[in-house]
């Protein structure tokens, strides 16, 4: 853990606000270098990505406040310190969506390419931004004796919550990890065509990464600390009912177009 990196005057500047910042840049420079291979203009994914950062930091931001609703009456003035952490990515990532689409819709601007070339940056998203996390203490695990356990130092949002040195998950290091298997996932299908080509379509990478993705989230927070408001239904978080029903809808879209396409290509040949 190393949550300031220095103090310039009254500012601090945050491992995890520099984290997020990377993968910010690193998304939009991945995306706008993958426009040119879908023959989308570079400006719309450069305009397209200020939409998605602001809403989708709005949302995740929102999502958090919400859920932390009884610290944040008592200080309002917390509110907007993002760069502190305090973000949910389902409530980021479905505001982010719902703007995105629209401004695409308003631009005349085919959706499913896009689809496509945002999907390896969100994931190479995580990897950097979860190295935030872990370096600011938040999004921690559970307490585990296994050999590569975590002790943050006492003055942490573990060590406040345990009260006394324990060997926690690094789930924020297991999120990474996954954010970075599932950003060259992604690339090896597009590139090898694992999916036979002809059930190819565009905005499969999207509906692809939400697969990875939820699956990945639900597994993974059963190792994650979370309070018990949290924990909504069957013992499971809002995050992982969220990740079952991204999972569902994701899993139903790939499996309907793969049987539409197969379905297309049977009728053909019988014609």
Known sequence: MHRIIFNFGPFTVTSYGVMLLIAFVVGIWLAEKRAEKYRVPREIISNLSIVLIITGVIGARFAYV???MDYYVKYPGEILKVWDGGLIFYGGFGLAVLCG????KKRKVKIAPVLDIVAPSIALGFFFARIG???NGCCFGKPTNLPWGVVFPENSPVGWVFNTPVRIHPTQLYESFAGLCIFITLLTFEKKKLFVRRIL?????FWLFLVLYSGWRFFVDFLRYYESKAYLLWGLTHNQLASIFVLLLSASVI???VLRKINDELSETHI
């Open 66 to 68: 919400f859920e932390n």
């Open 101 to 104: 689409l629209i401004f695409l």
């Open 133 to 135: 996390c872990f370096l």
């Open 201 to 205: 379509w565009k905005g499969y990478l």
């Open 255 to 257: 499996l309907a177009k």
